[in-house]
């Protein structure tokens, strides 16, 4: 059977993150608030070094391990500082003075990244798209590794620039993905991966927590020379609990992995992912170029969908009378201007659906 989402609530949330999350989660986190599993304590209330804590925990890493078949090499972590904060613990691990690192730019986390990581040593970019505004990502054979990088690093979905890619094939260096905004929506390729990286608040719960797994031979080449909390190694060797862990960010990620597993797992989730998105992309496509879509055709993103009308005026119209009819948080980045359309995991096929309608409507009354 088809995975599909559906929803009894009155706003669709097109937000791109926090972003909309499965409403059996929101109704079990809700409980799971007044008292976690007959325990008469809250989840927000209990020892994060108690039974009912070290169940969350386990939980969550099976169950996130069973969902995105994560071999028994890699280690998973739960950390803090958001996705952000990868962008320097990252280097610091696995920078060593002397060498250098890869990096692929493909849009504004990227360079952020980039920034990051130029703080603390040497980084070459191996191809970046700032000069087409960021509106493709390369194809394996367009991207120029160095044979002796020290790690080499891209983003599988730009959230802001609305373009995906796959993990390139050419890469011989230990392959770093930023995957915030598309981790779960389709299976990930670990044998091509060293880490991978997550900020919760898309795909996969509230703000406050980030996913790292990464292979554990990788993560022993680690620097020490740093403060605990920087160190990937610490965090394993303490199972996310060296110091307090954002303990509901964590559980409510355990809540998604199970949902998404309820759906049939990430293959069908992909599937369901490239229809949502393509219901939007149709109805793009078919508007007699009314609308126009920022990223190229062939690195379409399936999660964030950002596209103009003719002028920036009818962008604020139609992001008014979406707000209207219920649609909210349709407003694109501010470094791209006009509509964005996030369609995450959690967001029901029904709102794609009355998004084109509206689509449909909206150029039919405003066309010249
Ligand atoms: C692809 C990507 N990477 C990194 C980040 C930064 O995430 P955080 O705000 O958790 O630091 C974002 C935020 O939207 C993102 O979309």
């Not at 603390?120 to 002796?148: C, E, H, L, N, Q």
Request: hydrophobic share 40%; glycine share 8%.
């Amino acid at each position: 059977m088809n995975a599909t989402v559906t929803s009894t609530r009155t706003t669709l949330n097109f937000s791109a993150g926090p972003s909309v999350l499965p409403e059996c989660v929101l109704e079990q986190a809700a409980r799971d608030i007044i008292e976690l599993d007959g325990t008469g304590i809250s989840v927000l209330e209990h020892s994060h070094r108690g039974p009912a804590i070290d169940r969350v925990f386990d939980e969550a890493i099976a169950d996130c391990r069973a969902l995105a078949s994560i071999p028994d090499d890699f280690d998973i972590l739960f950390l803090q500082g958001g996705a952000s904060m990868q962008f320097g613990m990252i280097p610091m691990n696995f920078l060593p003075t002397g060498s250098h690192a890869d990096y692929v730019d493909t849009g504004s986390w990227t360079s952020k990244a980039i920034k990051d990581a130029s703080t603390i040593g040497d980084v070459r970019v191996a191809w970046s798209g700032k000069d087409d505004g960021y509106r493709d990502t390369p194809t394996s054979a367009d991207i120029a590794w160095t044979p002796d990088a020290a790690y080499s690093y891209y983003c599988t979905n730009n959230t802001i620039y609305g373009t995906q890619c796959s993990a390139p094939t050419t890469c011989k260096t230990p392959l770093i993905a930023d995957m915030s905004s598309d981790i779960f929506s389709r299976p990930i390729d670990w044998s091509k991966h060293a880490m991978v990286f997550a900020g919760a608040q898309k795909n996969m719960g509230p703000a406050g927590v980030t996913l790292a797994v990464i292979r554990k031979d990788f993560m022993s080449t680690a620097r020490t020379e740093m403060p605990a909390m920087f160190r990937y190694g610490i965090h394993a060797d303490k199972g996310s609990r060296y110091n307090t862990p954002p303990v509901f960010a964590v559980y409510c990620a355990g809540l998604v992995f199970k949902w998404i597993q309820s759906l049939g797992g990430l293959d069908q989730v992909a599937e369901m992912n490239n229809r949502k998105a393509a219901i939007i992309y149709d109805a793009i496509d078919g508007s007699d170029s009314f609308y126009t879509g920022h990223a190229d055709i062939a690195c379409r993103s399936l999660m964030n969908i950002p596209f103009t009308t003719p002028s920036p005026e009818l962008d604020a119209a139609f992001i008014a009378t979406a707000k209207s009819a219920g649609m909210s948080s349709l407003k694109g980045h501010r470094s791209v201007g006009g509509i964005r359309a996030s369609v995450y995991n959690a967001f029901p096929e029904e709102g794609c659906l009355k998004l084109a309608d509206l689509m449909s409507t909206f150029a039919a009354s405003h066309r010249s």
